[in-house]
């Protein structure tokens, strides 16, 4: 790493702990808890080596169960720290960790659209779900761990020196081997676990995309090949949790026996100063019981340096969600009612930069108009829609609602005004009810009914199994496009809005759904601005006015019998299409 990284690390880890230290409650029973943990630690092997000399070698048995007693008490309090130590790093992870994530998904929620193009759901669901997991595992959980770990082992050194120095000197010569181990193998070890996490994310991807493409699997005779690809990813598992296993069983037994090393010299060196009356055999055990204590706490530091750069690595991909500055802000004023007047006053738009899809549209739409925008794939009908719902802003130009710039209205009050009826709906978890329910918070059961049986939509809800409580996910397996064209159409009559945009479903729908949507269609329109993205043209009739958009200008409008007539675009759309039908 170079400075400049290893500067902006250190950054990123400065303002992750500045968040995290937040929760100040948690935080203070987790560092008394560690404390009182590694002090605890310390207690049991020096009062051991108290009775040994001072009790059972003097023969002092009379006061032995004050000190059984004392020795009880160090270990019940080094397994209450140890618990409140546990359970407090894991409490304050939890918040951390709940905090990030809802951060990041209610800045994903308020991202403008352009945010959502150069990333993939998968990548986004990652950054939320497994970084910031990785960022909790390794910054809060390792570190404190690893802080407890530093400080019992700091403890452990100075209460060995206080015993005595030379020992103490002679048994932290194994140290630097035990460092050697836990570094070399240890990192071995948890790469190859890292490994196995890798492996199997792999197979939950081939799975998700077998089950999403299964039916062009079938149409193009692929299932071998996704079937080889899928057992191939599985042996490649195998290999890596068998690789795990290989370094777990070198790993722990070697740095058992690295431990060993140190008692084995603490008891040569130290029974040899006890034999020689310079030193007494309760502080040899004392010795080595802490001398046992070195192994743990040097892994979980080693542990933690080593997991350190995954960790930042997870932290940068956060905060690169966090310092996207392509927010939609909501403020402006908040309009309680339109008149429903929309206007384009010279409007250009560009997605990307440099390739306009609106090249400066003029459009005036009376309130309580009806507009169809004709035009061929990709000619900028949808744009139009996106900016009449402030999806997106003009590049140059102003939209304007009852004369005012649409800029200096808030999105969600200008949002809330405005029934938007895409060509897929999207049916959100829960059931149907609660899925037109949501579309206006003030409306009652009885109204959802209402709006459906005024839509003709009450006969097929009735139908499914459990009518308006049928789940979501089941309703959508069995509605048609069109059927669940109509429940968006039902919530937008529910939200009672002064303007209504209506993408016709492209897909073939039968006759008689058909006849619904239309008739639904055009009762949702009934005295309120309309803007329909008409595919099929049939629906022109009911409009007033016609605009045909070709690469991003209008060239054409005009009242449907007025465009027919002049024998122009519409015309030639309209005589190739009835043709064709
Ligand atoms: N999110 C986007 N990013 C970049 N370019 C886009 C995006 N959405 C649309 N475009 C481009 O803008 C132009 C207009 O697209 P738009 O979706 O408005 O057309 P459309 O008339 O609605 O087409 P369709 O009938 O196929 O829905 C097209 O050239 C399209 O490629």
Known sequence: ??????????????????????????????????????????????????????????????????????????????????????????????????????????????????????????????????????????????????????????????????????????????????????????????????????????????????????????????????????????????????????????FWPLMNITSLVSVIIVIAYGGYLAYQGAMSIGVVIAFIQYAQRFRGPINEVIGLYDSLQSALAALERIYEIFDDEGVEDYEGVHVERLKGEIKFDNVWFEYEKGIPALKGINLQIPPASKIAIVGRTGAGKTTIAGLIMRFYDPTEGRVLYDGVDGKRISRKSLRRRIGYVPQETYLFPGTIMENILMANPEASEEDVIRVCKELGVQDFIMRLPKGYNTSAGEAGKLLSVGERQLISLARALLEDPDIVILDEALSSVDPKTERLVQDAMLKLMEGRTSIIIAHRLGITRFADKVVVVEDGRIIEEGSPEELLERRGHFYRFYVSQMGEA
């Not at 404390?35 to 630690?41: C, D, F, Q, R, V």
């Not at 130590?85 to 409490?91: A, G, L």
């Not at 909790?136 to 690893?146: A, E, I, T």
Request: aromatic residues 10%; charged residues 20%; glycine residues 6%.
């Open 1 to 250: 790493m170079d400075s400049k990284n290893q500067r902006s690390s250190l950054s990123l880890l400065k303002r992750f702990i500045g968040e995290a230290v937040s929760h100040r409650k948690t935080l203070i029973i987790v560092v008394v808890s560690i404390i009182g943990s590694a002090l605890a630690t310390l207690a049991p092997p020096y009062i051991l080596s108290v009775a040994i000399d001072r009790y059972i070698l003097a023969g002092n048995y009379n006061r032995f169960w004050f000190i059984a007693l004392l020795y009880l008490s160090a270990l019940t309090a080094q397994w209450f720290f140890a618990t409140l130590q546990t359970f407090y790093i894991e409490v304050f992870g939890q918040k951390v960790l709940c905090d990030l994530r809802a951060r990041l998904h209610e800045k994903v929620l308020r991202s403008r659209l352009e945010f959502f193009k150069d990333k993939s759901t998968g990548d986004l669901v990652s950054r939320i779900v497994n970084d910031t997991g990785i960022v909790n595992d390794v910054l809060v959980s390792g570190l404190f761990g690893s802080l407890g770990s530093l400080l019992s082992l700091i403890g452990i050194i100075i209460a060995m020196f206080l015993l005595d120095v030379k020992l103490t000197l002679v048994t932290l010569a194994s140290i630097p081997l035990m460092i050697l181990v836990a570094y070399y193998f240890g990192g071995k070890m948890r790469r190859a676990y890292r490994e196995t996490r890798q492996k199997i994310a792999k197979i939950s991807s081939v799975v998700e995309e077998s089950v999403a493409g299964v039916e062009t699997i079938r149409a193009f005779g692929k299932e071998g090949e996704v079937e080889r690809e899928f057992s191939r990813v599985s042996r490649e598992t195998i290999k890596a949790y068998l690789r795990v296993a290989v370094y777990m069983g070198l």
